[in-house]
């Protein structure tokens, strides 16, 4: 039978022990902390170039003059798997198309954009387009000049 001084004494040399070694992981974590931001850094800009990747293969799928396959032997090669990108295309939410659209100009008219789009073979109503990018407005900035309407990446 344990006695009651032995039990006390158990949990005053496990509370300290349990003391020491939170100090020793806490200062651990203090010297990994920078490291570990680093490396969310680099996840979080790895993770938007693939999405950017995608999203320009969508677009770039019904184009006969781009070579889609360079593009899939370099991703493979670095370990990153797409789908085919008819399927991209199929499940990209349309103002994803926009951004990436709009990213490549300073700012883009409106009409434009619609012309781009029947170019890039992706059927999208002026409205749908307006609606896409109403929507984000987070993503998207609006300029009226008289009758026309702009659409630019706020920054």
């Known amino acids: ?7 006390v004494d158990g949990l005053g040399k496990q509370v300290m022990a349990d ?5 020793k992981t ?15 850094d680099l ?6 170039r693939v999405e950017r990747v ?3 293969m969508g677009l770039l799928a019904e184009q006969e003059n781009w070579n889609i ?22 499940e990209m939410p349309l103002w ?10 300073e700012e883009l008219r409106i009409v434009e954009l619609e012309s781009v789009m029947n170019g890039l073979k992706i059927k999208a109503s002026r409205q749908a387009l307006e609606s896409a ?10 300029r009226r000049s008289g009758r026309e309407k702009f659409v630019a990446l706020k920054h």
């Open 54 to 56: 995608r999203v320009g």
């Open 96 to 105: 994803k198309l926009v951004r990436e659209i709009v990213r490549q100009t």
């Open 43 to 48: 996840t979080a800009h790895l993770d938007s």
């Open 19 to 23: 003391a020491e070694e939170i100090r």
């Open 1 to 7: 039978m344990a006695r009651f001084p032995d039990i």
């Open 26 to 40: 806490g200062a651990e974590l203090g010297k990994l902390r920078a490291a570990y931001q680093r490396y969310r």
């Open 69 to 90: 396959g360079e593009a899939f032997t370099l991703l493979d090669g670095l370990g990153i798997e797409l789908e085919a990108p008819s399927e991209i295309r199929g």
């Open 133 to 142: 990018i109403d929507a984000h407005k987070r993503t998207f900035k609006i």
